[in-house]
């Protein structure tokens, strides 16, 4: 039989873990160099700490972090379940005090406050460009940008940085793309805006 709070503990073990994973992406998003799909798409997934520990030990081999001492993460990516459970709070703060130093050892390369207000652009796939502003910066999740529709999303600085618009225009797979007074994408060079006949391809 199940313990009353069981539900409960299972949500703030999942609230847990998220925060994890939103930490160690926006700390990836500030590398030159992604870590790749693959790492990617397992910090999308992520649903347990040993999933976390296992993107742990691939972060901070490509971070500035000194001769780490990773034996309990290594353990930690093997336990089961159960195990887990039972050292939930120790490793929980161990896991914590480990993102604290990756956060140290990746500096940003732009100071974020100064990025705060700049205009960008987002490209879909089949849907066309959005405008949008930098209108937060949170250390935990990264940017957080308003879209012309009143949408809002938080990115890494990595790809905040593909999306940030320059005087006005935004080179990027698709060429530069400039926006308008009221909002709209065109072609840097003039042309039909974005979703007209012969405008601008969606970069993805």
Request: aromatic fraction near 6%.
């Amino acid at each position: 039989r199940k313990h009353p709070l069981a539900p409960i503990s299972a949500a703030y073990k999942r609230a847990v873990v998220r925060s994890c994973a939103e930490q160690l992406r926006e700390i990836e998003g500030r590398l030159e160099q992604p870590c790749g799909a693959r790492w990617e798409q397992q910090v999308q997934s992520c649903d347990d700490l040993g999933t976390v520990a296992r993107l742990i030990l691939a972060l901070q081999r490509r971070s500035n972090l000194r001769r780490p001492a990773s034996g309990w993460l290594e353990e930690l990516a093997s336990l089961k379940p159960e195990e887990v459970d039972r050292r939930a709070v120790e490793l929980t703060l161990r896991i914590k005090h480990r993102l604290a130093e990756l956060a140290e050892s990746v500096p940003y390369a732009v100071e974020p406050s100064s990025l705060i207000g700049s205009p960008v652009l987002r490209h879909y796939e089949g849907a066309g460009a959005f405008p949008g502003v930098v209108v937060e910066f949170e250390r935990l999740v990264g940017f957080r940008v308003r879209y012309s529709d009143g949408e809002f999303e938080d990115v890494p600085l990595r790809e905040l940085q593909s999306m940030l618009l320059r005087q006005g225009i935004q080179y990027g797979r698709a060429g530069a793309v400039a926006m308008t007074t009221d909002g709209r994408a065109v072609p840097a060079g003039g042309g039909p805006a974005e979703g007209e006949p012969n405008g601008v391809a969606a970069g993805g």
